[in-house]
Each structure stands twice: as C-alpha cells, then as structure tokens.
C-alpha cells in the first residue's frame, strides 16, 4: 500500500504564492499519474493539475497560468506551485497518486489527508 502526505498549506493574502508538496512511500510499488484537487464545503473534490510519470500535464481551467505542477520521480514526490493566488482558491488540497504494486496487474489511487489552503482578501 502507498501513503501519500501532503504539505506546504497555510494562509496567504491575495497575490501571494504557496508551494505544496506530496511524498508517497510504502513498499515495492509503481507511480503513475500523481496530482492535485481541492474541494470545499458542500462541494466534491476538483481537479486542479495531473502529471503523468513522463512529465505530461493536465490543469483546470482556472489553475492555468498561475499554478504550476512538477514532480520528482526518484522521490515519489509532487510539487504544486500557486501563484497569484485568489480568495477562491480557498480549500483543502488533496494530492492523489495512482500507483499499482509491482506483480500486481491493477491500479490503485491512494488520497492523502489533505492540506488547508486558506487566500484572504
């Protein structure tokens, strides 16, 4: 099984800029697509940005242009920078990890417990 943990939360004003970072670790495993998504109170989860393990990326529409995402494979590790951050980018970030255990034909996802991101006006 594989534990993703995020970090890099916090509460910033509007303009300012955050860095987050997921780690995923367990034993004998694969990465696939790792990414982001926010979700706030009374709203499902959404996708923020994807990237495969070859570098392609994928964003939603209002993260384009000011939040960039990156990984670094030989540390199973996601980056999320945002920059020119808004009050409505306001929510708790979960990094997500597609990963499949090595022998294992299936591919699981793997949640972490999320990381608060809080931009004042």
């Known amino acids: 099984q594989v534990q993703v943990v995020e970090s890099g939360g916090g509460l910033v004003q509007a303009g300012g800029s955050l860095r987050l970072s997921c780690a995923a670790s367990?034993?004998?495993?694969?990465?696939?697509?790792m990414g982001w998504y926010r979700q706030v109170p009374g709203k499902q989860r959404e996708l923020v940005a994807t990237?495969?393990?070859?570098?392609?990326?994928n964003y939603a529409v209002a993260a384009k242009g000011r939040f960039t995402i990156s990984r670094d494979n030989a540390k199973n590790t996601v980056y999320l920078q945002t920059d020119s951050l808004k009050p409505e980018d306001t929510g708790v970030y979960y990094c997500?990890?597609?990963?499949?255990?090595?022998?294992?034909?299936?591919?699981?996802?793997?949640w972490g417990q999320g990381t608060q991101v809080t931009v004042s006006s």
């Open positions: 997500n990890a597609d990963y499949s255990p090595q022998g294992m034909g299936v591919v699981l996802k793997s």
């Open positions: 367990g034993r004998a495993f694969n990465i696939y697509t």
């Open positions: 990237i495969t393990s070859g570098g392609s990326t």
